[in-house]
């Protein structure tokens, strides 16, 4: 007998024939004696509709209200699959973030979780239920309830797998696994069988949506086994066999392994939510870079890509990139309190860039691998704004407008192509 945490996402739960399919599929796996414990997100749209009441009322509500609000759409949720699962003779029980006691700090919209307390749920799983999960939830010292960002359900679903020693985290989506990009870009994109978690990571980081980082990143701490899984492909039943494994969806490992190894890029991933500011004419000088990021950091701005131009008669030009949401919000706070005390001469931007990125594990024992991309894209006349690399993936910033062309031409550069025959994404 194996425990086992599933998480559904919101598409998974859009409807209610699909929460009975949920369902159904719990059912199975706790008909083969398993204990599974399953998180849940909110109906597909139901938070999108939350957020667009409170903006009805204000653009800028108060954040423990906001996490009041947007959570209620998780609590239908969990209460739907239970009130399912009972239906054909499962013993469940719902539990919100707070009923199983997952601390977070007080940071509402984005709070990071401190601890969990197991003794509630093994209490109901001994007793054989099956327990559902609120996902993206917590609760603060205050008692207040907190949310994890958006996506986190996923992260809900790992840390619950690490703090029950789960035998396996299986992330339920729309897609039968991780794939070499994102199929809707290139027909070519190919499922892998498995991908390390520093790969996956990166993925995530660079704007891969199959799972959000954070959720990796507690995977990867804890070395919870990962998988991602179609909730629309019944053979995503597997039965595990005596060391308690699969050989369905995508596995993330700590091992390499020599087909890993062998495999110098695992996938490219791209990012929309992009954009550009410029600060041009200042001196360059230490504490530069300091004085124009600073007050944009302690905005809660998330700063991504950075460069800094050759000094030219004392003077240079500082560019970085922040997401698109964040963009007018950054060029306000640099325009009012930053331009006149750093004496630059221009503050400018764009919001029509797009990032895209090769990542592998192989990158470290290849040499070339940076040139050929960038060949690669200039043969296709797509020009490079910025870059940024690390040691498993190269990334640059260019117009959105050549975002699929470049995609579909690295992934061919660098044999991702999917062969005839080979298996395709779920649903598309």
């Keep these: 007998m194996a425990l086992i945490v599933q998480k559904y996402g919101g598409t998974s739960m859009g409807n209610i024939t699909r929460i009975k399919n949920v369902a159904a599929r719990v059912k199975r796996w706790h008909d083969n004696g398993h204990q599974v414990v399953v998180v849940v997100s909110a109906m597909s749209g139901e938070t999108n509709r939350l957020i667009g009441l409170a903006r009805e009322i204000t653009n800028d509500p108060d954040p423990r209200e906001y996490d009041q609000m947007v959570c209620t759409g998780e609590q239908v949720s969990i209460s739907l699959l239970s009130m399912a699962l009972q239906a054909i003779g499962i013993q469940a029980k719902s539990m919100t973030g707070g009923q199983v006691a997952i601390r977070t700090d007080d940071t ?28 993206f939830q917590g609760i603060d010292e ?35 696994g991780v794939y070499t990009t994102d199929p809707r870009v290139t027909s070519k994109a190919k499922k892998l069988d498995k991908i390390t978690f520093e790969e996956m990571i990166e993925m995530a980081s660079l704007g891969s949506k199959v799972l959000q980082i954070r959720s990796v990143e507690f995977a990867g701490k804890y070395q919870v086994p990962l998988r991602v899984l179609s909730s629309f492909d019944d053979n995503a039943d597997g039965v595990f066999d005596d060391n308690f494994k699969q050989n369905v969806g995508t596995l993330i490992t700590i091992d390499e392994g020599d087909d890993m190894e062998r495999a110098v890029i695992s996938g490219i991933a791209f990012n929309r939510d992009e954009a550009k500011i410029v600060v041009r004419g200042v001196p360059d000088r230490p504490g530069i870079a300091s004085a124009i990021l600073s007050p944009v950091s302690s905005a809660n701005i998330d700063i991504d890509m950075i460069i800094q131009n050759a000094s030219v008669d004392g003077l240079t030009d500082f560019s970085f990139t922040v997401q698109r949401g964040d963009y007018e919000k950054a060029l306000k706070i640099l325009n009012e309190r930053v331009k006149d005390d750093i004496g630059a001469s221009e503050i400018s931007g764009a919001d029509d860039v797009v990032k895209v990125s090769i990542v592998g594990v192989g990158m470290r024992s290849h040499a070339g691998v940076a040139s050929k991309m960038f060949d690669t894209l200039a043969s296709n006349n797509i020009n490079l704004q910025m870059i940024s690399t690390s ?10 407008q050549h975002l699929e062309k470049a995609v579909k031409e690295l992934h061919t550069a660098f044999g991702l192509d999917r062969q005839d025959g080979e298996s395709k994404v779920a649903g598309l």
């Design 391 to 400: 040691e498993i993936k190269v990334s640059v910033l260019i117009q959105e």
């Design 142 to 176: 205050h008692g207040d309830v907190t949310t994890l960002g958006r996506g986190g359900s996923d992260t809900t679903g790992v840390a619950l797998a690490a703090a029950l020693k789960a035998d396996e985290c299986q992330i339920y989506t729309d897609v039968d």
């Design 108 to 135: 509402h919209t984005k709070a990071r979780i401190q601890s969990i307390d197991t003794d509630a749920i093994f209490h109901e799983l001994n007793a054989g239920r099956v327990v559902v999960v609120a996902g």
